[in-house]
């Protein structure tokens, strides 16, 4: 049964930092590409970053470049997200998913499996 579980979400002050972790179970992480979204209250979810399968490319969507990295743990089956600098703009839900592919599609309709989520909540 394959399976994404997150973690590691909180309540930081701006400036501050987190590092999410997204636990794969019931396959190979190591063969898909995972990816990270989020969704605001009251907005679309949105892509955050993802990285590929076969040459761990990262990508990241403009706002957080410089500020959030992406890198997997293959012996752990788990994909992370360092997030510094954070913002109150940051705050959403966070959810991992994999990709129906190697690579990273621009689709949130290729991937096919999503976590539940994990509250990012950046405020003073």
């Known amino acids: 049964q394959v399976q994404l579980v997150e973690s590691g979400g909180g309540l930081v002050p701006p400036g501050g930092s987190l590092k999410l972790s997204c636990l794969a179970s019931?396959?190979?992480?190591?063969?898909?590409?995972i990816g990270w979204f989020r969704q605001a209250p009251g907005k679309e979810r949105e892509g955050v970053s993802c990285?590929?399968?076969?040459?761990?490319?990262?990508y990241y969507r403009d706002s957080v470049k410089g500020r959030f990295t992406i890198s997997r743990d293959n012996a752990k089956n788990t994909v992370y997200l360092q997030m510094n600098s954070l913002k109150p703009e940051d705050t959403a839900v966070y959810y991992c998913?994999?990709?129906?592919?190697?690579?990273?599609?621009?689709?949130?309709?290729?991937?096919?499996?999503w976590g539940q989520g994990t509250q990012v909540t950046v405020s003073s």
């Open positions: 998913a994999r990709s129906n592919y190697y690579y990273c599609p621009a689709s949130m309709g290729a991937y096919d499996y």
């Open positions: 019931g396959f190979t992480s190591d063969k898909y590409a």
């Open positions: 990285i590929s399968s076969t040459f761990g490319s990262m």
